[in-house]
């Protein structure tokens, strides 16, 4: 093949990966787009290993190459993953695209990248002989930077199992299908005897990469609703001065408005009005 | 190097030129299929839809790498389906063609949302073709034509 | 239903529907070179030299040297160059063609061509622009007398942003240089005899020396009216100097950032009420015609007889101009002027009724025009005027009123409602003395031996239906099955010139002639003779003669009605709105096919409806469109609306075929109005000036003005 290897297995994939100067090619959405010239393709659309979704006992293993549309038939995959994956564009690009293209192509606007964040997910990483398993917010270096060196791949996004049911998701974009998203937001609440485990918030579209800010979640983490209801206003403030949103085709000031109004709705909705 | 092996509206055929070119762009070049529309070239129109393995993809976002071993359909060869036949006769009912560039993408919408889905509601009909522009008819023809061809059409899909 | 309205399966729907229609971009590339448009990247420049690559053999640089004739594209004047002069005046303005066998290699080519500018101050705001293309004033009555006497002045200002037609197929023209040495020019387009004069004047050569094909062309609205002829005239000079064919298809960021569009607005409203009634109305339009004038004259001209909109105003001044800025140059898109003004116009009642403490709908309806009154240009509404009735069937299908009540009253929660109702006209066929002036219509039929006949008239069908219509007419006439009436896609080589395809003009005007052709041939014919008739157009004996220089008299024979609601909701903390129904009520006269009539209803309104909510496109501080493509620049898909209610009202025309008026272009005029309206309701009755109305737009709204 010109300018191109197909791998049958995972271990064809990554020979090739070590060995040749190519660029991994799971779903094309994006890489069609971008159009590259003179590359040579990976093509791991058919790479059995990366197209399963497993669970085992902490996890919900999603492979790098199931499609969204895979995932939205899944019984495994979690309500939230699924609510976020089926805003994405339309059924001919979920058709097409995948969890680890989504990663891959390293930008803050993939829809099912800030379910991965607001999740706590982690992504197992692979090369010839070696695998790692990282953190996916350590994932993302900065806009279009990833940690993933030239002899890796994605192999499997593992999702938590608990801790993802009660949940809001929101995507805002310029239109209700083939839409990319302007600003996208999902937050995860968790309440054990009275008192909050979990306030994880993600914003997506909005900056270089998703962002969370796991060090004011901690604030309200331990108290009780009541508490934090107290707590509120200061916490909203804290956002608001954290946030620092890049410009796009819509104003940064809308969009920090309505990360703003979907925090506030997100905390509303579970009692913390 | 070994050509790209694929199957094209049901016959085997052997591509020779780059892994990297886009299906779209050989589907019109090398085999003539010219009911495949290039509207956008970015995965943003539909116009250039087809079933890879039956499945609805645009084309302009395929490399053709990515159907090694694959079967491609385009209107070329749909348009001799019985399931066809009856789409046909539902647009043609309602006058859903206008202008035409969206209709051989959107009637392969809606042949990939039947096939899985033989009855669909309203909302499930926009859900499937949501993918597919079209400027000409403001959509109401389009998806009472699909309502109407899973009806009458009963039991071809 | 009369029998002519019974729909039927249009005659191109096999062809279109199973892929085999051939666009321009179609046909097989043996033998024809690609050509590609080396276009400005700055706004405004002295081009001083282009630095051409060494080219390969087969390869050609094609620019203004190479026009054999007259580097001037006549559209209304002649200030649109073929290829630049010496300089360029807006960013994507066509330097020179690369042309050459292979596409790949002709865009490395001409990414490789360097451009040598001088760089020159641009014009890119509006409200600077102080270059005038065009200015014109008319009026009536005493208005100053009228603001003098007046209880309460309203002055408000209204803008609207551009709009890109977004057909689905690009542009694309292809020139072939046949062995007589005529040459052969086919493509996308709307108006065959206009792309003809073009491309005979470039070449120099004479009508005789070319002829031109409208292609199946893969929509229009108004988008392919003019710039075909620019294009065309590139390809043709491109062809002539390669001695091959030549094909140049726009990509879509191309088309999309250089191609004509909606004009811009800024409309000035000064309104005087005395005893709860406008007396009088001061308007000021101003339109963005871009770097050229194009279109802009009579796209201004429509526009500003519109301005007073569907209301009895006893005193009026208008002036109206269009400006020239260092951008894409504007042209024709469905509407042609009259969405801006009508928007603006349906936006000034609604808030002189509100200030008043009256319901908005009941206030316009009090200053409704009728039957016999004057319009603005001291013309007359010959016929009736059918509003009452379709705003009662608006209602009917909506409870207009009782929901514009219950939305009316304070809301809480995420999600708020509204509804609004938008009332106006469009003035059916040519401004003014257009059709009898200048175009002069002439359409033929020819019967052949075999009882076969085909109409022989220049209207292109670019999904409108005209394909089958006007074999439907011919037909019904002969009384002969519709399979023996045939209308091809026109070739000037073989058709009378029967005008362009524009303004809603080919069924009212051309459908006409060929109604009295038919019933002409039906009374000579004679089976197994191949015969010929003819018919040209006779402005109807009613019309009051129309002045340009002082725009009075009749601007349009006849007008199509329109009443639309729209309902909607938006959400309070991300400013998306969602419509919850459309609907609209439209008198087009006879429709001479329900279902083809019933689709432009339908698809004009979905695109008036994108225009007044998320069909945003500006230029940035250097005068770059930065919308350019499908993700940039949104247009409606199936999830953003449920399906629209169109009604057809039918107030027969007695001068169109069967009673059949302009049609194509009303549903979309008023959609932005009905819109606004809604949204100002579901934010608590705020005042809102411009269309689009972004989701941005509505939060800023809340974020000011709470909720």
Known sequence: MVNGYVAASLSEALEIRAAHDVVPYAGGTDLMVENRPNVTYLFLNKVPELKRITVDDEFIRIGAGVTFTEALASPDVPPLMKEAVSRIAAPAIRNAGTFGGNLGNGSAKADSVLIEFVADAKLRLVSKGCERVVDVDKFYLGRKKLDLRSDELIAEILLPKQGLEQYSYEKVGGRNALAISRVSFAGVFGLEDGRITNVAAAFGAVADTVLRYKDLEATLLGKTVEEAKALKADYLRAYAERMTLTRGRVSAEYRKNVCMNLLDAFLTKFGIG | ?157 | MDKISQSVVKKDHATKISGRSVYVADYPSEGVLCGKLLHAKVARARVVRVEVPELPEGYFYVDAKDVPGDNNVNIVLDDTPVYCRDTVEYIGEPIAMLCGPDEAEVERLRDACRVVYEELEPVLDLRAATETFFDYHYGHGDVDGAFAEADAIYDEEFETGYQEQAYLETQGMMAEPEESGRMFVHGSSQCAYYIHGAVARALGCGPSGVHILQDVTGGGFGGKEAFPSILGCQVAVAARKCGRPVRCVFDRREDMEYTSKRHPSLCRYKVAVKDGRVTAMDIDVVFNAGAYSTLSAVVLQRGIIAAPGVYDVPNLRVHGCARKTNTSPCGAYRGFGAPQTFFAVEMMMDHIARDLGVDSLAFKQAHLVKQGDSTSTCGRYHFPVPLPAMIEEVETACSYREKRAAYAKPQTGRYRRGIGMSLYFHGAGFTGSGERDLIKAVAKLRKYRDGTVEVLASNGDIGQGVRTTFPKIVAHELNLPLDKVFYDHPDTARVPDSGPTVASRSLMIVGELLRRAAIHLREVWVDGEEQEVEERYKEPDFMIPFDITKFDGDAYPTYAWAVNAIELEIDTLTGTSKVLGAYGSFDVGTPVDYNIVLGQMEGGFLQGIGYASIEKMDCDDKGRIRNNSFSDYLIPTTKDVPNLRCMLHVEKYPDGPYGAKGAGELPLVGAPAAYLEAVEQALGGSSLHHAPFTAEDTLAVIAKEGV
């Open chain 2, 1 to 157: 190097m070994a050509d790209i092996r694929f199957t094209l509206n049901g016959r085997a055929v052997a591509y020779a030129g780059s892994a990297g070119d886009r299906l779209l762009d050989v589907l019109r070049r090398d085999y003539r299929c010219t009911s495949v529309k290039c509207g956008c070239k970015e995965g943003e129109c539909g116009a250039c839809s087809v079933l890879i393995d039956g499945v609805l993809m645009n084309s302009c976002c395929v490399a053709m790498g990515a159907v090694e071993g694959s079967s491609v359909v385009t209107m070329e060869g749909f348009r001799e389906t019985e399931r066809f036949a009856a789409l046909s006769k539902a647009f043609g009912d309602l006058s859903a063609v206008q202008c035409g560039f969206c209709i051989p993408g959107m009637v392969l919408a809606a042949e990939a949302l039947l096939s899985k889905n033989a009855h669909p509601t309203e909302d499930e009909i926009r859900e499937g073709l949501s993918g597919n522009l079209c400027r000409c008819t403001g959509y109401n023809a389009i998806v009472n034509a699909v309502n109407n061809a899973a009806k009458e059409g009963n039991g071809l899909w």
